[in-house]
């Protein structure tokens, strides 16, 4: 698809007024362990996020329904459209990166459907890199206008960025700043996982040089994001962007492990049918959906389990009705059914919070320059507060503002064609953004030319 390349011509310095929440970070260490029958030993690597998101009240969110009327199919796979034929099945081996892999995945696919969408023809989407953005999340380097000095991001942990995990929305705020989707050709995963020795890393530098930091193939045009999970929402996501991705509490006693391969005569490695039974669901495993199947057999779940007590009968465990989320996984095509399983419409990943996101991506070259202070995955909210510094309100309150003045350090007049920001709040978030040039005081943001 042919992009147009426009020379951006405006006055700065400039600024962007605009209400930003974002998140703040909590890192620890997770991982889940597979005990299948397959000698590889595959775990997770999802963090969950430290965030309390904004309740918009009530009288916000009123809005007619998107969805009125609208039908779906009984059954969809992104894998299974002609226009995803790039697309592969990754494998994150022993590295807990599959935040970054279910990110990389649900990125291919959505700008493949992109490129089919805008012009009717196949496209062949170039593999992007999981170990690229996992690297430079965590080694961040300065971006190159050079706003971003001395901004990191940093674990709460002893252990090595590679085996202690993310999240998507790390991810996301990272993709943000231009920096995380080079191609794997240039960025090969095999350069991260020749260092990991039993989950330990053996000192070395980042194998990456810090000038693949901004080589992209690919930049974060927008993001979806779902904390809620609903069931038409998030086919309303899978059909318009290709897949989302999406948390899970992987545990192989919520697999079907008696399931049978009729490939090959004996079970699953790893497992088909996935139904998370546990009331609280502890996320560290993040994975991405491509489709769904509202007929697939609640009986392919079944499972028994032990008895509440010692010398009770076992406990046998069923949904209650059929379907199935399609879920590609990024542990190879020797796990699961082909790298795929199935997870139930009753498993509790779809009951509790969780964290779904779809990407909107677009060339390298759709824009030229990029002004942007923060170069970490957090900041503090924009919400009212008192005198006393507490918040007044738990969502970006009516009247709140902020404003980030930039100057134009690239000799050349620039046009503004774009500006960004992320909100957490549940319901409907109303904004207003303005841009004021040729400032005559820098402490008053609107001194300017309102543009």
Same mark, same amino acid.
């Given at each position: 698809m042919k992009r147009k390349f426009r020379r951006r011509f405006y006055a700065l310095p400039v600024i962007a007024g605009m209400v930003l929440a974002m998140i703040s970070m909590n890192m620890g260490a997770v991982s889940a362990e597979e005990k299948g029958s397959d000698p590889e030993e595959y775990v997770g690597g999802f963090l969950p996020v430290d965030k309390e998101l904004y309740v918009v009240p009530e009288s916000r969110? $009123?809005? /007619?329904?998107?969805? *009125?009327?609208?039908? #779906?199919?009984?059954?969809?796979?992104?894998? @299974?459209?002609?226009?995803?034929?790039?697309?592969?099945?990754?494998?994150?081996?022993t590295s807990s990166l599959c935040w970054s892999f279910a990110t990389t995945s649900a990125c291919e696919y959505s700008y493949a459907k992109e490129l089919y969408d805008a012009t009717g023809e196949i496209a062949t989407v170039e593999e992007l890199s999981p170990g690229h953005l996992a690297q430079f999340f965590y080694n961040r380097v300065v971006d190159p206008l050079g706003n971003t000095a001395g901004d990191i991001n940093s674990l709460d942990s002893q252990y090595h960025w590679v085996t202690s995990g993310g999240n998507p929305l790390y991810g996301m705020q990272h993709m943000a700043g231009w920096s995380g989707m080079a191609s794997e050709e240039k960025a090969p995963i095999g350069k991260i996982l020749d260092h990991i020795?039993?989950?330990?890393?053996?000192? $070395?530098? /980042?194998?990456?040089? *810090?000038?693949?930091? #901004?080589?992209?193939?690919?930049?974060?045009? @927008?993001?979806?994001?779902?904390?809620?999970?609903?069931?038409?929402?998030?086919k309303d996501l899978v059909l318009q962007y290709g897949a989302i991705t999406f948390a899970i509490h992987y545990e192989s006693t919520f697999m079907n492990m008696d399931e049978i391969n009729p490939k090959t005569?004996?079970?699953?490695?790893?497992?088909?049918?996935?139904?998370?039974?546990?009331?609280?669901?502890?996320?560290?495993?993040?994975?991405?959906?491509?489709?769904?199947?509202?007929?697939?057999?609640?009986?392919?779940?079944?499972?028994?389990?032990p008895g509440d007590e010692e010398g009770d009968p076992a406990k046998v465990l069923e949904p209650e009705h059929d379907g199935a989320w399609i879920i590609q996984n990024s542990w190879g095509t020797d796990a699961n059914e082909d790298g795929i399983f199935y997870l139930s419409y009753e498993s509790a990943e779809l009951k509790n919070d969780n964290y779904i996101i779809a990407f909107d991506m677009q060339p390298t070259d759709t824009y030229q320059?990029?002004?942007?202070?923060?170069?970490?995955?957090?900041?503090?909210?924009?919400?009212?507060?008192?005198?006393?510094?507490?918040?007044?309100?738990?969502?970006?309150?009516?009247?709140?503002?902020?404003?980030?003045?930039f100057t134009n350090t690239t000799g050349l007049p620039i046009e503004i064609d774009a500006v960004g920001y992320t909100t957490f709040n549940l319901g409907l978030t109303y904004y207003d953004i303005s841009v004021y040039t040729?400032?005559?005081?820098?402490?008053?943001?609107?001194?300017?030319?309102?543009a």
């Open positions: 969110k $009123s809005a /007619p329904k998107l969805r *009125a009327g609208k039908t #779906y199919p009984e059954r969809y796979r992104s894998d @299974e459209e002609p226009w995803a034929e790039s697309v592969r099945i990754k494998d994150q081996k020795k039993n989950q330990a890393w053996d000192g $070395s530098i /980042p194998p990456y040089s *810090a000038d693949l930091a #901004y080589d992209d193939v690919l930049v974060l045009q @927008e993001s979806k994001l779902l904390f809620e999970p609903d069931k038409d929402t998030m005569g004996k079970p699953y490695i790893s497992g088909r049918s996935f139904y998370n039974t546990s009331d609280s669901p502890m996320f560290n495993h993040a994975v991405t959906v491509i489709g769904w199947d509202d007929a697939y057999p609640k009986e392919n779940f079944r499972r028994e389990v320059y990029n002004f942007y202070y923060d170069g970490t995955a957090g900041c503090a909210d924009s919400s009212d507060r008192d005198d006393d510094g507490c918040l007044l309100e738990y969502y970006t309150a009516p009247g709140t503002s902020a404003a980030n003045i040729n400032l005559t005081d820098p402490m008053d943001p609107e001194s300017g030319t309102c």
